[in-house]
T-cell receptor, first 115, second 111 residues
Framework: EPEVTQTPSHQVTQMGQEVILRCVPI?????FYWYRQILGQKVEFLVS????????KSEIFDDQFSVERPDGSNFTLKIRSTKLEDSAMYFC?????????????FGEGSRLTVL | QKEVEQDPGPLSVPEGAIVSLNCTYS??????FMWYRQYSRKGPELLMY????GNKEDGRFTAQVDKSSKYISLFIRDSQPSDSATYLC???????????FGTGTQLKVEL
């Protein structure tokens, strides 16, 4: 069964460092997403990406965040200068159709710990 | 008022029980309603998806939507220990492309 894969599974970094989280979406999917979940809190939308551009982003997704699809298979989330409050589980997801008409497939997440 | 609210639980039931999980929302623009299941340290996975008010059944699971009262329910029949997880409701607006998750209800089904 096709799945979304994420790397690394866990990353520890120092405050102020740049972090790149990587995702390989399901191959024929067209929509890509990043969500995050701070420990003990709800899953929050960060950004959606379609046709090589951001289609929607939340207020959390400020200038410190960026996304990229550098080739036909990877989808990355970059945090330029990490803060303590960026510590969370980051989930990548992909879908064949828009979120309101299709199923989002989530990866197992990348846990980011900022010290 | 939060956009999507769920009782966080934990809810503990014996195996075989009927479970009722509920969610309320405030945004009238929500038109599509998803239920996701999240096991510990895993990503959410879609359980049920409904559009209009009414019921939708899939095996042991039934999703119910009442748009007039902005109330969503998920019923699990003959609950199993493998159903132990956190259940997240996630509505979507008509033209939207993002899920707005509730905090989730933690369910534990005991032998």
């Amino acid at each position: 069964e096709p799945e979304v894969t994420q790397t690394p599974s866990h990353q520890v970094t120092q405050m102020g460092q740049e972090v790149i989280l990587r995702c390989v979406p399901i191959s024929n999917h067209l929509y890509f997403y990043w969500y995050r979940q701070i420990l003990g809190q709800k899953v929050e939308f960060l950004v959606s990406f379609y046709n090589n551009e951001i289609s929607e982003k939340s207020e959390i997704f400020d200038d410190q965040f960026s996304v990229e699809r550098p080739d036909g298979s990877n989808f990355t989330l970059k945090i330029r200068s990490t803060k303590l409050e960026d510590s969370a589980m980051y989930f990548c997801a992909s879908s064949l159709r828009q979120a309101n008409t299709g199923e989002l497939f989530f990866g197992e997440g990348s846990r980011l710990t900022v010290l | 008022q939060k956009e999507v609210e769920q009782d966080p639980g934990p809810l503990s039931v014996p195996e075989g029980a009927i479970v009722s999980l509920n969610c309320t929302y405030s945004n009238s623009a929500f038109q599509y309603f998803m239920w996701y299941r999240q096991y510990s340290r895993k990503g959410p996975e879609l359980l049920m998806y409904t559009y209009s008010s009414g019921n939708k059944e899939d095996g042991r699971f039934t999703a119910q939507v009442d748009k007039s009262s902005k109330y969503i329910s998920l019923f699990i029949r003959d609950s199993q220990p493998s159903d132990s997880a956190t259940y997240l409701c996630a509505p979507v607006t008509g033209g939207g492309n993002k899920l707005t998750f509730g905090t989730g209800t933690q369910l534990k089904v005991e032998l």
